[in-house]
């Protein structure tokens, strides 16, 4: 069980800490919650949009059962589609398109080298919600086409000078136990001391290794299996007056893999799934070598003519490590990572336009350098020095009471900057050359782009509360691609205009008494795809100009009918096609599943028997997507694989032993089902054709004080 002994001797030690008071529980109803919906935070029944609030007893919930934040979101937002249970979230869109990452808003993603692992920047035990915005966005600026997930970290509410929480938990395999055994420790500490307020927290996971249902190793190609990770956050806050805030955050978030396995890989035809055989891992542990971020922020309310000012600084960087490349690079194989450092200045007014109205004003600053050189220094994707410039406005009036009226505007202006640079030589299996090493002339490539988004919402009668909108969302290309794979000697000849997302939504929220419920439909158009293309006829690089049309709908119900039962479903769908003809509007062509999700269904009852017990169910299940034909090799073309069904059942349970002592178990995959997910099916890399988890088990205690 190699460092397990060492893991559960620091957990033995924590054990014995005090009780102590909890941090605040949620006691305001769904449609109370403050969320990050536009630049002002404004309560969700003024959102004349669809949002998902995935809030601090919800997250807590999920903790019983998994950690992974990529398969909580999966599990709890419709729209958004099935985890692959690894570091990477490839493939893991919102409503098929890509989805910008936010801490505090500050931005995680990467989109001049979308590496899509973004979704793992924070551990989930510091958030105090989540706040998923769907359909295209330009509110935080480039790569929200699909929708934004910010996480909002922890701050103290009604806490005195001391209070804390103390967490230990214990997991592993209940299919193969031998090797499985892992560990977690958190410790939180904040409250409040006159004008000031702190936060702190450190939290320290080890998995063991993860196993199939037939109790069988999981392919080792970005498994969570044997992986260590660390989250340590600071937050202090000053109040000078009762109108002013300063606030200072720092967060900082590994998680890699260090696994005593080799990768077998899979075979689609034959349904064998990838996994692993004793000895060492090629190359550096992948995953999240380092994500920092740190952000001092200031707020002022009611200043002149009844103006709030919020304006905020921030530094991010991050590096992730991929899996190393066999034989692809001259001279063998080849380990990359991204590099990525941003450095934002933004700055916001809100001023009252007479009793009904508001107008917001602002601008956002940042300078984004990002990277994909090989480990060993070679240069694949050189730096990319994006300057990005981007005033906006929004405006809110209030009519009659009941009718909420929101618009806005912002420009981008865009411009990123690459010196000179050679090309790496790539190599087939045999090594014979597929692109050849040469000399590339750098150069500026510049974009600029006016969005819009509006939208309405009537708030008369709590059984239809109808809400529209429009908005637009903006994203360069994958840059990074082009680059590294260049067959021009010239960036300028590089033609990578913008990527514009048009999102039309209409829906509306039903209440009686105990009961929510809600429906919301969607369209999002855009001219341009989103992947780049090279044109033997032109010698130029492209943005792939295939006319796309994504079309879904969302449906959620929770419902209370007694005071210690809670019911809650869902259920999405949602379809793409390309026009590939470029004409008439014909959409004949259906996107593949790295960019469409298979409906997904999702449920959860969470039952209070007695005072101090809750126990509760979550179901999620993966339906048939089954689009494409078979090539006559019995394989698929790439990420074009049937999804077939699978159906998840996740237990967790809690109980009170004391005013302050809480345990815990979780279940994951309760009924220990056999299944390939999602990505495994529609991706059939071998490397990747990995099964999901089975049975496993989850065994905590938190301690409050």
């Known amino acids: 069980m190699r460092r397990i002994g060492s893991t559960l001797f620091i957990l033995a030690a924590a054990f014995s800490a005090s009780a102590q008071q909890k941090i605040k529980k949620d006691t305001v109803s769904l449609g109370e919650v403050i969320v990050s919906a536009s630049r002002k935070p404004e309560v969700l029944d003024k959102v004349p949009s669809s949002v998902t609030v995935v809030t601090r007893k919800t997250l807590e919930r999920n903790l019983t059962i998994t950690t992974d934040i990529t398969e909580i979101l999966a599990n709890e937002v419709p729209g958004l589609a099935p985890s692959a249970q690894t570091n990477s979230n490839v493939g893991q869109s919102l409503r098929g398109r890509s989805v910008l990452i936010m801490i505090d808003g500050i931005p995680q993603s990467t989109p001049l080298r979308n590496g899509e692992v973004d979704l793992r920047s924070i551990d989930p035990a510091v958030l105090e919600r989540v706040d998923v915005l769907k359909g295209a966005t330009a509110i935080y600026g480039n790569g929200a086409t699909g929708g934004l997930i910010n996480y909002i970290t922890l701050t103290p509410k009604d806490a005195g000078a001391v209070s804390g929480k103390t967490t230990l938990n214990l997991t592993g395999s209940l299919t193969s136990p031998k090797n499985s055994l892992g560990g977690r420790i958190g410790q939180l500490l904040y409250g409040r001391i006159g004008k000031f307020d702190y936060t702190v927290s450190g939290v320290y996971e080890q998995n063991g290794e993860f196993k199939d249902a037939k109790g069988n190793i999981l392919g080792n190609n970005y498994s969570l299996g044997e992986t260590e990770s660390y989250n340590g956050f600071v937050k202090l806050g000053f109040e000078p007056s009762s109108r002013q805030r300063i606030q200072l955050m720092y967060n900082f978030y590994r998680s890699q893999q260090n696994s005593n396995y080799t990768l077998v890989n899979g075979d689609y035809l034959t349904g064998k799934p990838a996994t692993g055989v004793l000895g060492k891992q090629a190359g550096e542990p992948t995953g999240v070598k380092g994500n920092h971020n740190l952000q001092l922020s200031y707020q002022a309310d009611s200043l002149i003519g009844g103006t709030s000012l919020r304006a905020d600084a921030y530094y991010t960087s991050r590096d992730d490590i991929f899996y190393v490349s066999i034989g692809r690079f001259e001279g063998g194989d080849g380990q990359s990572h991204t590099l990525s450092r941003k450095k934002g200045l933004r700055f916001m007014f809100s001023s009252p336009l007479t009793k009904m109205g508001s107008l917001s ?95 309405l919402r009537y708030n008369r009668f709590p059984l239809f509360t ?240």
Request: no cysteine.
């Open 361 to 455: 004003y602002g601008t956002d600053i940042i300078n984004d350098v990002t990277s994909q050189p090989l480990v060993d220094g070679r240069v694949w994707v050189p730096e990319m020095k994006m300057f990005n410039v981007a005033p906006f406005a929004e405006t809110e009036w209030t009519f009659l009471d009941n009718i909420i009226l929101k618009g806005g505007v912002r420009i981008e202006k865009v411009k990123i900057g690459v010196e000179d640079y050679t090309t790496l030589r790539i190599t087939n299996a045999s090594g014979g050359t597929v692109t050849p090493s040469f000399a590339v002339k750098g150069g500026d490539l510049k974009y600029t782009a006016t969005l819009f988004n509006a939208g």
């Open 466 to 705: 109808p809400y529209a909108s429009f908005s637009q969302g903006f994203s360069v290309a994958d840059v990074g691609l082009a680059l590294r794979d260049a067959k021009v000697d010239n960036i300028s000849k590089i033609n990578t205009e913008a990527v514009l997302v048009n999102n039309y939504e209409l829906g509306f929220v039903s209440k009686y008494k105990q009961l929510r419920f809600e429906l919301t439909g969607f369209v999002s158009t855009s001219k341009l795809g989103a992947e780049m293309v090279y044109d033997v006829n032109t010698d130029l690089f492209n943005v792939a100009r295939i006319p796309e049309r994504i079309y879904g709908f969302e449906a959620a119900v929770q419902y209370s009918p007694l005071h210690n039962l809670d019911l809650g479903a869902s259920y999405s769908y949602v379809e793409g096609k390309a026009d590939t003809g470029r004409i008439d509007d014909k959409y004949d062509a259906y996107l593949n599943g790295r960019r469409i999700a298979a409906p997904k269904i999702g449920a959860n009852v969470h039952y209070r028997p007695v005072d101090g017990l809750e126990v509760g169910l979550q179901y999620t299940g993966i339906q048939e997507r089954n689009r494409f034909v078979k090539l006559p090799n019995g394989l698929y073309k790439g990420n074009e694989g049937i999804v077939k069904a699978y159906n998840l059942f996740n237990l967790n349970a809690s109980y009170r032993l004391t005013k302050n002592a809480l345990v815990t178990l979780g279940v994951e995959n309760l009924f220990n089902e056999d299944y390939f997910p999602a990505r495994s099916q529609w991706f059939m890399i071998p490397g990747f054709y990995s099964k999901g988890k089975g049975r496993a088990f989850n065994i905590g205690i938190a301690v409050n004080y």
